[in-house]
């Protein structure tokens, strides 16, 4: 089931440029994770940040957690073509029964 | 440390036969998940489980569909009789503890003729 909404739906940058994108979620959670779906392929776990957590790095990716917006960021800093893929949130949410609730996700395109 | 093992990585069947899809989680991951893709409608969740007991089963679309862990390891999800509106990728996922990553494996393709 999807209780998250992403944004943008889309975005296409230049390799080089950061990317950003958001997610937005409606229940309290006791962490969320951001996933990479390459065309094709399977899901690819990124980060997990807890509900206790406000930001974290991993690589060229950095990951904020605003529990009182109920949102977060993931950052891509100096992106390249193989960033290219479908990135998608999914919270843990207290009341889910263990399930993963799942964002819409953004499609990004990185152009060389 | 071995990602999750998913098998057959395709399936292709005709209708009415009996299909089984076989999950092995990570090592040590008590939690094990169900999904199903059909690039239409997203990840469906069909069933998961702790250990070796069902949680929740309610996203099965019908009776066809059963899934099993028998000692709490491997899984299997079996499609009886399959039908060509069940061609879509399995994924299974398996997590270790109620607040850890999960993880996802490859999926297995099935298609239904």
């Known amino acids: 089931s999807q209780q998250g909404e992403e944004d943008p739906q889309a975005l296409s940058i230049q390799e080089g440029e950061n990317a950003t994108m958001n997610c937005s979620y409606k229940?309290?959670?006791?962490?969320l994770q951001w996933y990479r779906q390459n065309s094709g392929r399977g899901l690819v776990h990124l980060i997990l940040i807890r509900s206790n957590e406000r930001e974290k790095h991993s690589g060229r990716l950095r990951v904020t957690l605003d529990t009182s917006k109920k949102s977060s960021s993931l950052l891509i800093t100096a992106s390249r073509a193989a960033d290219t893929a479908s990135y998608f949130c999914a919270t843990d949410a207290e009341d889910s029964n263990y399930q993963l609730i799942w964002g819409a996700g953004t499609k990004l395109i990185i152009k060389p | 440390d071995a990602g999750i093992i998913q098998s057959p990585k395709h399936e292709v069947t005709e209708m009415g036969q009996t299909v089984t899809l076989r999950c092995e989680p990570i090592f040590g991951h008590n939690f094990l998940f169900w999904y199903r893709d059909t690039f239409v409608q997203g990840l469906e969740l069909l069933s998961y489980f702790r250990s070796r007991s069902i949680i929740d089963n309610a996203g099965m679309p019908t009776e066809r569909f059963s899934a099993e862990r028998p000692d709490g390891s491997f899984s299997t999800l079996k499609i009886q009789p399959a039908e060509q509106g069940d061609s879509a990728v399995y994924v299974c996922a398996s997590r270790h503890g109620t607040r850890g990553e999960q993880y996802f494996g490859p999926g297995t393709r099935l298609t239904v003729t």
């Open positions: 229940t309290s959670i006791n962490n």
